[in-house]
């Protein structure tokens, strides 16, 4: 095998495709070199999502006619003055960006510095075509056209002009949070679709995310170790079917860092449906020598010096955040129950899908089969004065799986099955905080021990698990290679059934085999364990029961939404009843 040198056409097309690899990659570097030359001002346009052009003009300090040159080669950069790459505070650092979009594309570089007038070179493909004065303001416009044309490979995975467009406004809007000292446009097409002045970050912020989030978002500012975060979060039942609108930042980057992401998701696990994203913009401030931004081309994953610090950071600010604001989310959901009245399709949608996550039991499924048609309603007549209780009297069940109250101001419905899952989660976290202060999680003893047959990486898993299990009321022991053994269950939970719980935590205790810390993992298993002691969708309840449920839902923290961040129930008030009739 012989061994040769590839030439810089060769290597620029190399880094090209690692660097831009889509139209928003290209624009993404095009921004952030903008804003490392000290613009105020960012002005870009778009045809075709940047398939045909992509053009970025800024008020920054610009370059000279040499400088432009260099600017052109490969691993020449003006950001890194001495050697201390962990020092870097500029987007750019690597001098690749210009050279290998200009290796794949037709690019127009102008460029004018204070004083002296502009000047202009033109690439197609890695060739120089020609260069010559300019007339600009001071600052930079680049121009890209034709990107990937002739590299057949890349263009066969762009995607439609839209998808390409979204890419791009979604980088456009991670710059702008990122640097909201500056100002920004955007025009697609020939149409403005983006005006942003500059701005305070809380202000961009909220400027870029959905407006919703005034009222449906959580401020966020804590600091730890010499570590700090700010920014806004949505309330889980403000979520969304993808993971779009989750802005992080690192020392003022947008990264999508899977260590912050993942502790995003830790944060709200049970207050939101597996296939439930969450909204957030969040900035993580850490000293820079504390992070390594050098580990991938495009600079969207960081490594820290110390993961599990910064994980902490965010998985327990943002958990004490979500707990202070559940109060003021029941309220909320309150009012907005005529919505979720109205949007029952969905939500039956919502449920279905949830059902086929792994956590879900399988029991579950069948109360929403025909069966729950059969009309079963039954109704009682009041016993009690409706008065003192946010959640009514119980009034009656429906479909064996709804319990229909009245409350001083309207009508209740909750769904008997989500509501009493939260409640034996939060019975169960009184628990264990309580045995974390020194008292003793209550168990129940089974008379005689249950033996659970289980395939033997099961019996492994929970095995290794079993000193935390113990700890949560679950006291069970290896019985052979493939079976264990269980002497007792958490008493919060009532009459289980064992093999299927066991089953359900094996599986739990593998899908969380990633680098989760104690703690989340134990919240995750309560929250498996609970799903197992609730009452069933499907079972006929005393209106004893109903009430004893409803009174209890009011006292217990969270209780307005189920460990998958449904609403546990919904209200009807007086004068939305009386609009359905059409009396308002
Ligand atoms: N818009 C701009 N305004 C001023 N200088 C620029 C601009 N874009 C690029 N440059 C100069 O060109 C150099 C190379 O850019 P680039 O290839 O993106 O590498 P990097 O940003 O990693 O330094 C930069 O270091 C900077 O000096
Ligand atoms: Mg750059």
Not at 51 to 62: F, K, N, R, S
Not at 167 to 190: E, Y
Not at 331 to 352: F, I, N
Not at 539 to 559: C, F, Q, W
Request: charged residues 25%; aromatic residues 4%.
């Amino acid at each position: 095998m012989s061994i040769r040198r590839l030439p810089p056409e060769l290597i620029n097309r190399i880094a090209a495709g690692e660097v831009v690899e889509r139209p928003a990659s290209a624009l993404k570097e095009l921004i952030e070199n903008a804003l490392d030359a000290g613009a105020t001002k960012v002005a870009v346009r778009l045809h075709a999502g940047g398939l045909e052009l992509i053009e970025v003009a800024d008020d920054g300090c610009g370059m000279s006619q040499a400088e432009m040159r260099l600017a052109l080669e490969r691993h020449a950069t003006s950001k890194l003055p001495g050697d201390a790459i962990n020092q870097v505070t500029t987007f750019g650092f690597r001098g690749e960006a210009l050279p290998s979009i200009a290796s794949v594309s037709q690019l127009m570089l102008e460029s004018r510095i204070r004083g002296p007038d502009g000047w202009r070179i033109e690439i197609d493909h890695g060739e120089r075509l020609g260069e010559g004065p300019a007339a600009l303001p001071p600052g930079t416009r680049i121009r890209v056209e034709r990107l990937f044309d002739k590299v057949p490979a890349r263009r066969k995975f762009l995607r439609s002009p839209r998808a390409e467009y979204g890419a791009c406004l979604d980088a456009v809007k991670r710059l702008a949070m990122a640097r909201s000292d500056a100002g920004f446009t955007l025009d697609h097409d020939g149409r403005r679709v983006l005006t942003l002045q500059p701005a305070e970050p809380p202000a961009r912020v909220a400027e870029i995310l959905s407006h919703e989030l005034d009222r449906h978002g959580i401020g966020i500012d804590c600091a730890r170790d010499g570590l700090r975060l700010t920014g806004v979060i949505g309330l889980p039942t403000f979520n969304r079917g993808m993971a779009d609108q989750q802005f992080l930042f690192v020392n003022s980057r947008p990264v999508k860092d899977r260590l912050l992401v993942g502790a995003l998701r830790a944060a709200y696990r049970d207050l939101i449906a597996r296939d439930r994203h969450p909204i957030a913009a969040l900035f993580v401030e850490v000293p820079l020598d504390e992070v390594d931004v050098n580990v991938h081309p495009a600079k969207t994953e960081v490594r820290f010096r110390d993961p599990t610090a910064v994980r902490g950071l965010i998985v327990g600010g943002l958990r004490r955040a979500l707990d202070e604001e559940s109060q003021r989310s029941a309220a909320r959901e309150q009012a907005a129950a005529p919505v979720m009245w109205t949007s029952s399709e969905s939500y039956a949608r919502d449920l279905e899908r949830a059902q086929l996550t792994p956590t879900a039991v399988r029991e579950e499924q069948q109360p929403f089969g025909p069966v729950s048609f059969v009309p079963q309603g039954r109704a009682e007549a009041a016993i009690e004065p409706v008065l003192s209780y946010p959640l009514g009297v119980a009034r009656g069940q429906v479909a064996a799986t709804y319990i229909v109250a009245e409350a001083e101001d309207g009508l209740v419905i909750v769904d008997q099955h989500a509501a009493h899952e939260r409640l034996v989660l939060e019975r169960m976290r009184a628990a264990r905080a309580n045995a974390e202060g020194g008292g003793a999680v209550a168990r129940q003893a089974l008379l005689i021990p249950e033996v659970v047959e289980l395939d033997e990486p099961d019996c492994d898993r929970l095995e290794g698990a079993a000193d935390e299990l113990v700890a949560m009321g679950l006291e069970i022991e290896r019985f052979g290679p493939t079976a264990m053994l269980v002497r007792a269950v958490p008493a919060a939970l009532g009459k289980t059934d064992v093999p299927s719980l066991l089953a359900d935590l094996a599986t739990e205790i593998a899908e969380l085999g990633g680098p989760l810390s104690l703690r989340d993992k134990l919240d995750h298993v309560a929250a498996t364990i609970a799903c197992h002691g609730s009452v069933r969708a499907g079972r006929i309840l005393s209106v004893a029961e109903m009430n004893a449920l409803l009174r209890e839902m009011e006292v217990t923290p969270r209780s307005g939404q189920c460990n998958h961040g449904r609403p546990t129930w919904v209200k009807l008030g007086h004068g939305e009843i009386e609009k359905l009739f059409g009396r308002k």
